[in-house]
């Protein structure tokens, strides 16, 4: 066969593979759902700068990431109400149908409020709990009686146990956790962990350290997109 023969076929062949879409993790970020991003009790929002600056070397744009502040001295339900407000101006502004939400501590309660009590299992993907006090903490002792939110966060409280009443993980969302060995602000440790969610230990590393972890930040990546 001559040459002139084959090579419209290979032209053909190398056009069929040209066309065929990269995955790289840009490409993987500019489809995923915006998050949000919560931080703890006495937390700040630029606390979470060494995670967006990271997301950003990969991938996502500025319209993607969207930090949450708010007073954490307030009940971890009016938080949620407030996070709903935001949320739907995140879905608005970006169109997105649902964000993704990622949690420091006492953020992964209000967060939680929001998905169980105020209609966010419709628009929440995957939801990340780092160093979470999802079943209580003993820190709290020393504030819970001049603070709403550390009131609730005392194991055994009113608030935990409606929260965690009944299925801790509901609606279609995908729960995540991660805990370390070494957080002495969450005691215990396995306070973190959630029956339903994908619970999973860090290396030794220090309650506010795990936000900065790039460990634990390429993993929290992985989980969202």
Not at 196 to 204: E, I, L, M, V
């Amino acid at each position: 066969m001559r040459l002139r023969h084959v090579l419209p076929s290979l032209c053909a062949l190398l056009a069929a593979v040209l066309v065929v879409p990269l995955t790289s993790t840009a490409a993987q970020a500019n489809a995923s759902e915006p998050v949000v991003f919560v931080h703890g009790f006495a937390g700040k929002s630029g606390q979470f700068s060494t995670m967006t600056g990271n997301f950003r070397a990969n991938g996502y744009s500025d319209d993607q990431l969207h930090v949450f502040g708010y007073d954490s001295f307030r009940s971890n339900a009016t938080t949620a109400g407030r996070l709903s407000d935001y949320i739907d101006g995140v879905l608005k502004q970006t169109g997105a149908n649902k964000v993704d939400i990622v949690t420091h501590s006492m953020g992964g309660l209000s967060s939680r409020y929001y998905i169980k009590n105020l209609g966010g299992a419709g628009r929440v993907d995957d939801w990340v709990s780092i160093g979470g006090p999802n079943h209580g903490t003993a820190i709290a002792g020393f504030c819970d009686l001049l603070i709403t939110s550390c009131k609730e966060m005392r194991a055994g409280s009113d608030f935990l146990r409606n929260l965690n009443a009944g299925d801790p993980t509901p609606g279609n969302v995908s729960y995540t956790t991660f805990r370390s060995p070494c957080d002495l602000v969450i005691n215990p440790v396995g306070s973190t962990m959630l029956d339903g969610a994908d619970n999973r230990r860090t290396a030794c590393l220090g309650h506010i350290g795990m936000i900065s972890n790039t460990g634990v930040i390429n993993a929290v990546r992985d989980v969202v997109s």
